[in-house]
């Protein structure tokens, strides 16, 4: 009898060949049985999946997804596809997000100043875990958009906009070092080096003088070019 499951494993991938006889309630235990008994040999490896052999549906897909993630320590990062174009997409998706995550826990090594960067290190901020706190905040408020099935995470035309208007009109606001003198500020407090009156007076003396220096611009102009850019990228839903 011929094998109706065989991995095919790749360096950042694996390749799954599924017989296309085989009722799909039984190929799915022997998914279960395959990933269990290989779990020790892939622990906990980040993979793309695809798929040969067997034409699936999505709900097919996503059954296949659940089985993995629960015989295994696997995070499935995507699933590619046939569609050439869409396996292009795909991989620029990932590329993109790696460049992101790297941004941010190297954020800190950018600051010079030896104080701060000590400073941002001790917090927390730019480490796995505060990341994922921040990415979830930002798709609960509509910044990124997270796929449910590929678990790719994009920005979303607000989150682009957003993002220029602020590096345009308030770029102080982008830098690490900011963040760094709040959590200092907040460390002294709770050392009792500065009240918490003192430092809530100088954050709000900087909010004040950024909110009037931010009525003053007048670059709405500008921006328009920018904006135009990022729609393209965007597929309109019910107008404009």
């Given at each position: 009898?011929?094998?109706?499951?065989?991995?095919?494993?790749?360096?950042?991938?694996?390749?799954?060949?599924?017989?296309?006889?085989?009722?799909?309630?039984?190929?799915?235990?022997?998914?279960?049985?395959?990933?269990?008994?290989?779990?020790?040999?892939?622990?906990?490896?980040?993979?793309?999946?695809?798929?040969?052999?067997?034409?699936?549906?999505?709900?097919?897909?996503?059954?296949?997804?659940?089985?993995?993630?629960?015989?295994?320590?696997?995070?499935?990062?995507?699933?590619?596809?046939?569609?050439?174009?869409?396996?292009?997409?795909?991989?620029?998706?990932?590329?993109?997000?790696?460049?992101?995550?790297?941004?941010?826990?190297?954020?800190?090594?950018?600051?010079?100043?030896?104080?701060?960067?000590?400073?941002?290190?001790?917090?927390?901020?730019?480490?796995?875990?505060?990341?994922?706190?921040?990415?979830?905040?930002?798709?609960?408020?509509?910044?990124?958009?997270?796929?449910?099935?590929?678990?790719?995470?994009?920005?979303?035309?607000?989150?682009e906009i957003i993002y220029e208007v602020v590096a345009s009109a308030m770029k102080p606001?982008?830098?690490?070092?900011l963040t760094a003198s709040w959590e200092k500020g907040l460390t002294q407090v709770s050392?009792?080096?500065?009240?918490?009156?003192?430092?809530?007076?100088?954050?709000?003396?900087?909010v004040t003088r950024r909110t009037n220096l931010v009525k003053q611009v007048r670059n709405?102009?500008?921006?328009?070019?920018?904006?135009?850019?990022?729609?393209?990228?965007?597929?309109?839903?019910?107008?404009?």
């Amino acid at each position: 009898m011929k094998n109706p499951v065989i991995i095919k494993s790749f360096p950042n991938g694996l390749s799954i060949w599924l017989d296309e006889e085989m009722p799909f309630s039984q190929l799915i235990q022997e998914i279960a049985f395959k990933f269990k008994e290989s779990a020790h040999f892939f622990k906990d490896a980040s993979m793309v999946l695809s798929f040969e052999g067997r034409g699936l549906s999505d709900f097919e897909e996503r059954q296949i997804v659940n089985t993995i993630s629960a015989n295994s320590s696997l995070n499935i990062v995507c699933i590619i596809g046939k569609n050439e174009e869409t396996d292009k997409n795909y991989i620029k998706a990932l590329q993109k997000l790696s460049l992101h995550q790297q941004a941010m826990e190297n954020a800190g090594q950018l600051i010079e100043d030896e104080e701060l960067r000590a400073q941002i290190k001790g917090s927390g901020i730019g480490t796995s875990a505060t990341r994922a706190e921040i990415l979830k905040k930002l798709v609960n408020i509509k910044y990124l958009t997270l796929n449910k099935k590929t678990q790719i995470i994009m920005p979303t035309f607000l989150g682009e906009i957003i993002y220029e208007v602020v590096a345009s009109a308030m770029k102080p606001l982008l830098d690490p070092r900011l963040t760094a003198s709040w959590e200092k500020g907040l460390t002294q407090v709770s050392e009792g080096t500065i009240t918490s009156d003192e430092y809530m007076r100088k954050l709000d003396d900087f909010v004040t003088r950024r909110t009037n220096l931010v009525k003053q611009v007048r670059n709405q102009t500008a921006l328009y070019p920018a904006f135009d850019k990022f729609a393209g990228y965007y597929k309109q839903k019910g107008g404009t």
